[in-house]
């Protein structure tokens, strides 16, 4: 499972990075949403994804069997924290295209004459 | 006494300075600053019979004991002669100055406290037994020499000669940096007086040469010697007091005490003798060939400076001679260190003077420019009698205290000649006749300086304002320089003894135990020897070349500016500048594309190219998880919704595909037992997609009619490289463990330590409980910064009307 799992963590990733080259800052904010997803999924699958039982203790349950708790932990704070950044993102290209009307990437290279 | 927190003295003054010069503002700020270097002065002569039977004194303060850096202040005569010269000179120049800077028009506070700050860097580097806070000191003059240039910083060629001086002396000194810590990895000490006594074995070590030469580099940079004196006539935009101050008599003197107080060091290298006295009396040469080419009174002293600092140097470079003969009492070659000793306090004694009665001449008539000037003889009667003895010392006159030094140095060129070491007796002959040659020069542009100011034709029309002496407070300086000047000439072994002999004593140690051992008795008058001969064909040749100066001045003008060392300087600043920018922009485009292609790229090189090399990359297929139904239909349908993001024309399409990888994503974490995952990822889910549609209502439809084709191949090519690292990144730390995991740890002490059930939660709480604060502090940051944009108004209307 875990074979086939970073499989798709790659293709994640590669979706994801195809999608932040492109010039439309549409496409690039669903990147960075599909980056973090991946990035996600790498850290549960890089702990393998063994373990019958979820991380919670209860009777019967010898220690090994949980499922490894710290990329859960992990991830956690990365779920909430990606979801900061994309609303951060958000706003920035709707305010962005308010102001300057486009939101071409190729047309947001700051002025001509900086030094 | 701990008389190394002396040297801070000035510095502390400098913090008084700014709130006299607004709080006292009747007086001006200079008298109160006076004071610093007449009290060091006056403490410091009373070191004088220590050093004068060669005695010295340390004090130590420790800075940062764990580096082993502390400051370390050594007095022996050679420190103890350029302290003297750093607060005597000091307090006449503050004196000058008082009367040459309006208190109502300069900006006082910043000029002294320039000055001040100067005063402690030199008082450093020339007390200093520690190689790191020397070179600390060595910098601190560079930055102050750089404001004191640029003082007048609304002037362009202020700036322009601030910048130059700066970029050159700089240069050298990390060039000097990197001669310290070769010396000190070879000795295995910070320590000049530690390393001295290991000379004899440095020298055979690989690195010495190296040393050596880096050290040559901060010295000849900072005493402006040729190719570097460039900075120094540009550094004459200074004001005067500066100039006669830094620029003259101490700061690049201090290119000279180095070279003196490591020739225990370097000397018995051929290379350093070559080197030093080579570069030296070229240097001697060239500046006083083309002081003949200034039009401007102060850019003949700026070379005339440099002139002599190559004199000086040169004899300090014979001087090393004295490390390879036997018996040096008895030979000529005894004469070369004293010589450069002796000279190096007339010249900052008469050059001091030379440059306050140009500073006084500017002051008074509103010019330097030597073809406007003539004829001020009898208005100014006693700038002319000081600008005549400083010159007629300079030019090497008797009765005038340059004349002793003159001959000494002519004696000590002379002397190399007999030398039979490192191919001397073949090219000696060539030392002679370059200083004579020098010789006569120098004595062409005192004459030159003082005639064509002081006699001749008065064209007062040309002046900017009517000519008249000075005020008596200006004229106090420069007039007890030139008493000084024919004192020292009646006096010269009283000077001798007590200062010049200490001094030497410093720079040959194992030459001598004591100063009393150096017999060398200064006369004006000793025979019909060849020295004697060439003085008289200076004299001879000098004057005639004087005379007829009108007519062979023009040949100047046919050196082509174009391949001066000047225009190499502009070219290599000017190209440096250009060329940074050309190439940055050659890579800094302006499209984030460009960017995250040159990031992605890099994490897929160092990545793979660290497996690679480490051979990190295994696959382990024992110990996996098996294979389920509910995860191949899931990620079916995550690969599926993946596919849509990328095909998809329209933004609601993409929005819900996403929103589809995001549900995918929290199924997978209720299949891998992670029920807070899964809630979690539920919402925020959920609450994007919200967000997004939100959003997207404002925003434009996807369009990729633009992209060009080769664009979407190369993104694509980058794009698979980071999947194809992310996918063995992952197999590999998947199939090795390098360490046991902490989980255990958790997992085992979750309820004993922290009493909860909840593994994941206790460990985000309780274990790991600043992550969970700071991730806090990042939503709180995000909000933030989403409040301000949209609050934010770049454009206000009324601005853009202004504008236009």
Same mark, same amino acid.
Not at chain 2, 367 to 379: E, H, P, Q, W, Y
Not at chain 2, 590 to 610: A, D, E, K, N
Not at chain 2, 665 to 678: G, H, M, T
């Given at each position: ?115 | 006494? =701990? ?161 130059? =001086? ?272 020098? =010789? ?292 590999? =730390? ?71």
């Amino acid at each position: 499972m875990e074979i086939i799992m970073s499989v798709a963590i790659g293709f994640l990733f590669m979706a994801a990075v195809y999608l932040m080259l492109s010039k439309s800052l549409i496409r690039i904010i669903i990147g960075t949403g599909l980056l973090s997803h991946g990035a996600h999924l790498l850290l549960l699958t890089m702990g393998g994804l063994g373990g019958n039982s979820p991380p919670v203790v209860s009777h019967g349950v010898s220690v090994s069997d949980y499922a490894d708790p710290l990329p859960q932990a992990l991830i956690l704070t990365a779920i909430v924290i990606s979801f900061a950044v994309t609303s951060f993102f958000l706003v920035l290209a709707y305010r962005s295209y308010q102001e300057l009307g486009t939101d071409n990437m190729n047309l947001l290279r700051g002025t001509e004459d900086y030094e | 006494m =701990s008389f190394v927190f002396l040297i801070f003295l000035p510095l502390l003054a400098a913090l008084f300075v700014p709130l006299l010069f607004k709080k006292v503002g009747k007086i001006h700020t200079g008298w109160f600053v006076l004071i610093v270097p007449v009290v060091l002065f006056s403490y410091y002569v009373s070191l004088l019979p220590t050093t004068i039977h060669g005695g010295n004194l340390v004090s130590e303060f420790q800075w940062i004991p764990s580096l082993d850096i502390a400051f370390i202040a050594y007095i022996d005569g050679l420190s103890l002669l350029f302290t003297l010269l750093i607060t005597g000179i000091g307090a006449l120049v503050v004196l000058y100055s008082i009367f040459y800077l309006d208190k109502h028009r300069e900006q006082l506070h910043n000029f002294y406290v320039y000055l001040l700050m100067f005063m402690t860097a030199m008082l450093g580097i020339v007390q200093s037994d520690h190689l790191i806070t020397l070179y600390l000191f060595w910098e601190l003059t560079s930055i102050s020499s750089f404001l004191l240039i640029g003082y007048w910083y609304t002037r362009d060629r202020s700036r322009f000669g601030a910048l130059k =001086s700066m970029m050159i002396t700089v240069f050298g000194g990390l060039m000097m940096l990197g001669g310290f810590v070769l010396l000190s990895i070879m000795g295995g000490t910070y320590s000049i007086r530690e390393l001295i006594p290991q000379a004899t074995e440095l020298v055979s070590h690989d690195f010495f040469l190296w040393a050596l030469v880096l050290v040559l580099f901060g010295a000849f940079t900072k005493s402006a010697q040729f190719p570097f004196y460039i900075w120094l006539p540009d550094a004459m935009e200074a004001p005067t007091p500066v100039s006669a101050y830094l620029h003259s008599a101490t700061m690049v003197k201090a290119g000279l005490y180095l070279v003196a107080r490591l020739t225990p060091i370097f000397a018995i290298s051929g290379t350093w003798m070559w080197l030093v006295t080579g570069v030296g009396l070229f240097t001697m040469f060239w500046g006083s060939f083309f002081a003949l080419k200034q039009k401007d009174l102060k850019g003949i002293l700026a070379f005339s400076t440099v002139s002599q600092l190559g004199l000086i140097m040169s004899l300090l470079g014979a001087s090393a001679a004295g490390y390879h003969i036997d018996n040096i009492a008895e030979t000529t070659f005894k004469y070369a260190g004293f010589a450069a000793i002796f000279h190096l306090i007339n010249h900052a004694v008469f050059k001091g003077s030379l440059f306050m009665i140009a500073g006084i001449v500017d002051h008074e008539t509103g010019t330097r420019d030597i073809r406007k000037l003539g004829g001020l003889m009898s208005l100014m009667p006693i700038s002319f009698t000081v600008a005549v003895i400083g010159a007629f010392s300079m030019a090497g006159l008797p009765p005038f205290g340059g004349f002793l030094s003159k001959e000494m140095f002519l004696t000590a060129m002379l002397s190399l000649t007999e030398f039979d070491l490192f191919s001397m007796d073949v090219w000696g002959i060539l030392f002679p006749v370059v200083a004579w040659l020098g =010789s006569v020069f120098t004595f062409i542009y005192s004459f030159y300086f003082v005639f064509h100011t002081f006699a001749g034709e008065h064209k007062p029309d040309e002046l900017p304002k009517p000519a008249h002496e000075a005020p008596i407070g200006m004229l106090v300086s420069p007039v007890f320089l030139a008493l000084l000047v024919v004192v020292i000439f009646f006096i010269p072994n009283l000077i001798g003894d007590w200062l010049v002999k200490p001094a030497v004593l410093a720079m040959q140690p194992f030459l001598y135990d004591s100063p009393e051992e150096i017999k060398i008795h200064v006369e004006a008058w000793h025979g019909f020897k060849l020295e004697f001969f060439m003085t008289l064909g200076i004299f001879a040749i000098g004057f005639l070349m004087f005379w007829t100066l009108r007519k062979w001045q023009k040949s100047y003008d046919l050196f082509p500016d174009a391949i001066s060392l000047n225009a190499l300087y502009d070219n290599m600043m000017f190209l440096s500048d250009t060329g940074a920018n050309r190439f940055s922009r050659i890579y800094m485009t302006g499209f984030i594309r460009s960017y995250l292609v040159y990031m992605f790229s890099f994490v897929v090189f160092i990545v793979l190219g660290t497996l690679f090399l480490t051979d990190a990359f295994v696959i382990d297929f024992t110990n996996l998880a098996p294979i389920g139904f509910y995860e191949v239909v899931i990620l079916i349908a995550l690969v599926g919704s993946t596919f849509t993001i990328l095909f998809s024309k329209s933004r609601l399409t993409g929005i819900i595909a996403l929103g589809a990888v995001g549900y995918s994503i929290a199924l997978f974490f209720v299949i891998f037992r992670a029920p807070d995952l899964a809630l979690t990822q539920l919402v925020i889910e959920t609450i994007s997609v919200a967000l997004f549609l939100l959003a997207f209502y404002h925003l434009p439809q996807i369009s990729r009619k633009e992209e060009r084709m080769r664009f979407r191949f190369g993104n694509a090519l980058v794009a698979i490289g980071v999947g194809v690292t992310v996918t063995l990144v992952a197999l590999s =730390s998947l199939s090795q463990k390098a360490m046991p995991s902490i989980s255990e740890f958790y997992k085992e002490t979750v309820y004993k330590e922290a009493g909860g059930g909840n593994i994941v939660n206790v460990i985000l709480v309780d274990y790991r409980g600043f992550d969970t604060l700071f991730e806090i502090a990042v939503l709180g940051i995000a909000g933030i910064g989403i409040i301000t944009m949209i609050k934010l108004r770049l454009t206000k209307k009324e601005d853009q009307h202004e504008n236009k």
